[in-house]
T-cell receptor, first 112, second 115 residues
Framework: GENVEQHPSTLSVQEGDSAVIKCTYS??????FPWYKQELGKRPQLIID?????GEKKDQRIAVTLNKTAKHFSLHITETQPEDSAVYFC???????????FGKGTRLHILP | EPEVTQTPSHQVTQMGQEVILRCVPI?????FYWYRQILGQKVEFLVS????????KSEIFDDQFSVERPDGSNFTLKIRSTKLEDSAMYFC?????????????FGSGTRLTVV
């Protein structure tokens, strides 16, 4: 079955700097890759997603890149702000209505 | 924006007791899921449900677990005889039919504490 590896497990960046979180997946049939942000005690919230027919997608300060050949994808957050502090999960799935396989999460700390 | 509603928000139960976690998915969604998250760990798939039957389940979803959609709106997860290791946050989720604009919508979760 699908396996998603995520790193780093913890990331601290200075406010205003960029943060990058990287993930790899094992199942080449996966074609939908959502990213979730989870604040303490809250539900995972979808922040951006990408399909396998697209190499890059951007939404304001957040961007995701996908390399299907290498089976890895990354989340980029630019101009980080204190409210970006949270746990971020990458995920992979065959389709939007299929089970989601999550990575182990990255705890992002934005330092003042 | 429509929401997936889960009740209760927190449930404390004695080991060996049965618990039922309740979810009300978004009304036009057709696929329903349960996930769990042990404190500090990743979110793990338990089961998916479509057309009134289980479409897939993980190895976590053993005979102690069952799901039901009793009345066309609620979607429940039952744990027959809870164990200490069942303590976790349980999230319900639903997705619309087809390739809609929105993917998964997670509920706010039920924190289950087994003592």
């Amino acid at each position: 079955g699908e396996n998603v590896e995520q790193h780093p497990s913890t990331l601290s960046v200075q406010e205003g700097d960029s943060a990058v979180i990287k993930c790899t997946y094992s199942d080449s049939a996966s074609n939908y890759f959502p990213w979730y942000k989870q604040e303490l005690g809250k539900r995972p919230q979808l922040i951006i997603d990408i399909r396998s027919n697209v190499g890059e997608k951007k939404d304001q300060r957040i961007a995701v890149t996908l390399n299907k050949t290498a089976k890895h994808f990354s989340l980029h957050i630019t101009e980080t702000q204190p409210e970006d502090s949270a746990v971020y999960f990458c995920a992979a799935t065959l389709n939007r209505d299929d089970k989601i396989i999550f990575g182990k999460g990255t705890r992002l700390h934005i330092l003042p | 924006e429509p929401e997936v509603t889960q009740t209760p928000s927190h449930q404390v139960t004695q080991m060996g007791q049965e618990v039922i976690l309740r979810c009300v998915p978004i009304s036009n969604h057709l696929y329903f899921y349960w996930y769990r998250q042990i404190l500090g760990q990743k979110v793990e798939f338990l089961v998916s449900f479509y057309n009134n039957e289980i479409s897939e389940k993980s190895e976590i979803f053993d005979d102690q677990f069952s799901v039901e959609r009793p009345d066309g709106s609620n979607f429940t997860l039952k744990i027959r005889s809870t164990k200490l290791e069942d303590s976790a946050m349980y999230f319900c989720a639903s997705t619309p039919p087809g390739q809609g604009l929105y993917g998964y919508t997670f509920g706010s979760g039920t924190r289950l504490t087994v003592v």
